[in-house]
């Protein structure tokens, strides 16, 4: 082997996923987290090791979501300027959580794919109540909680800069 040859190396991508509650995300989450040289970091994993005595509203929710993402962020610059590929669980429901996700693209140079699970609110509703009985989830959302939550939720636009995916 010549070791005078330089390597190409591939550029690793910043995985996103933006779907309502009950989406698919997760689903999706696996699948592409099962790519070679990919890891997957998942909001629901973190905060239920270490807020999930805390997080009984909503509120609460925000409110450790956003210590994880201050957390989180450099933590993600240095694995994307290693080379590998993170599938990003957390919702890329927001602009605002969006424009985070697009400072850790920017800061490390990473590959981006926004990950958009267009489904309807019934199916949503319907996977949810199924999800929620059966217990497997860290968190319950109720219909109300989904309502709520999904107020906030804003498609993402190709104005934001991202390569997006759209699955329907």
């Known amino acids: 082997m010549n070791t005078d040859t330089p390597v190409k190396a591939v550029k690793p991508t910043l995985h996103l996923l933006c779907g309502k509650i009950a989406s698919g995300k997760s689903t999706l989450t696996a ?3 099962a790519s070679p040289g990919t890891i997957i970091i998942s909001e629901d994993t973190w905060l239920a090791a270490l807020y999930k005595d805390e997080i009984q509203s909503v509120a609460a929710y925000v409110q450790c979501a956003a210590k994880l993402k201050n957390a989180m962020k450099p933590h993600l610059i240095s694995l994307l300027n290693a080379g590998v590929s993170v ?3 957390f ?3 927001t602009r605002a959580n969006r424009e985070w996700m697009m400072d850790i693209i920017t800061a490390s140079g990473a590959n981006n794919c926004l990950h958009y699970l267009n489904v309807s609110d019934d199916i949503c509703k319907a ?6 009985a059966e217990g497997a989830h860290d968190f319950a959302a109720t219909d ?3 309502e709520m939550i999904t107020r906030y939720f804003t498609a ?3 104005d934001e800069g991202f390569t997006i995916i759209e699955y329907s």
Not at 127 to 132: C, E, G, K, Q, V
Request: charged letters at 35%.
């Open 91 to 93: 919702p890329a429901n």
């Open 144 to 146: 109300e909680e989904f």
């Open 127 to 132: 996977r949810l109540r199924a999800r929620n």
């Open 87 to 89: 599938v990003l669980d």
């Open 156 to 158: 993402p636009s190709a």
């Open 31 to 33: 699948r592409l987290g």
